[in-house]
C-alpha cells in the first residue's frame, strides 16, 4: 500500500472530521499543520492496510490482469469495469452499471454453505 493510494487521504481527512464532531468544531483538512496532517495519514495507511489484509478492503491496484473492476457510487448503483485488449489503466476503464437480474438469482446461505464467502460494498435502493 503506497500513499499515492487515493483512499487514505479520504481515510484521513474522514477520520479527522468525524473526530471533531462531537464538539462541534468544523476544522478543515487544510488547516491543519503538515506534522498533524501526517499523524492522519500514517493511522489511514496502517488502517487501510489493515482492511485489505482482512478482506473488506479491496487492494488500489488490479490484482492479475484477469481481474475486472466493481464500484459502487454515492446511490449504491453497482457497475462493472469493462476491459479492452490489451488492458485499460483503472481510471480510464469503460464500466457498464450492472442490473438485477432475477432469471439469474441465487440463494445467499446456499452459496455460503459451498464456500463462497462475500464482502458489503454498499447499499442500493
Not at 468544523?26 to 501526517?38: F, G, V, Y
Not at 489503466?89 to 441465487?106: D, F, H, Q, Y
Given at each position: 500500500?503506497?500513499?499515492?493510494?487515493?483512499?487514505?487521504?479520504?481515510?484521513?481527512?474522514?477520520?479527522?472530521?468525524?473526530?471533531?464532531?462531537?464538539?462541534?468544531?468544523?476544522?478543515?483538512?487544510?488547516?491543519?499543520?503538515?506534522?498533524?496532517?501526517?499523524?492522519?495519514?500514517?493511522?489511514?495507511?496502517?488502517?487501510?492496510?489493515?482492511?485489505?489484509?482482512?478482506?473488506?478492503?479491496?487492494?488500489?491496484?488490479?490484482?492479475?490482469?484477469?481481474?475486472?473492476?466493481?464500484?459502487?457510487?454515492?446511490?449504491?448503483?453497482?457497475?462493472?469495469?469493462?476491459?479492452?485488449?490489451?488492458?485499460?489503466?483503472?481510471?480510464?476503464a469503460a464500466i457498464l452499471r450492472l442490473v438485477w437480474a432475477s432469471e439469474v438469482c441465487s440463494e445467499k446461505r446456499e452459496m455460503e454453505?459451498?464456500?463462497?464467502?462475500?464482502?458489503?460494498?454498499?447499499?442500493?435502493?
Amino acid at each position: 500500500m503506497t500513499n499515492t493510494d487515493p483512499r487514505i487521504r479520504q481515510l484521513a481527512e474522514a477520520r479527522q472530521q468525524h473526530g471533531h464532531q462531537p464538539y462541534g468544531s468544523t476544522a478543515r483538512w487544510d488547516n491543519l499543520k503538515p506534522d498533524e496532517q501526517q499523524l492522519f495519514l500514517t493511522e489511514a495507511t496502517a488502517w487501510l492496510a489493515a482492511a485489505v489484509a482482512a478482506g473488506i478492503a479491496p487492494p488500489a491496484e488490479r490484482p492479475t490482469p484477469d481481474h475486472n473492476a466493481v464500484w459502487v457510487d454515492e446511490e449504491g448503483f453497482l457497475y462493472g469495469e469493462y476491459q479492452t485488449s490489451p488492458p485499460t489503466p483503472l481510471a480510464e476503464a469503460a464500466i457498464l452499471r450492472l442490473v438485477w437480474a432475477s432469471e439469474v438469482c441465487s440463494e445467499k446461505r446456499e452459496m455460503e454453505e459451498q464456500g463462497t464467502t462475500f464482502r458489503l460494498l454498499g447499499w442500493s435502493e
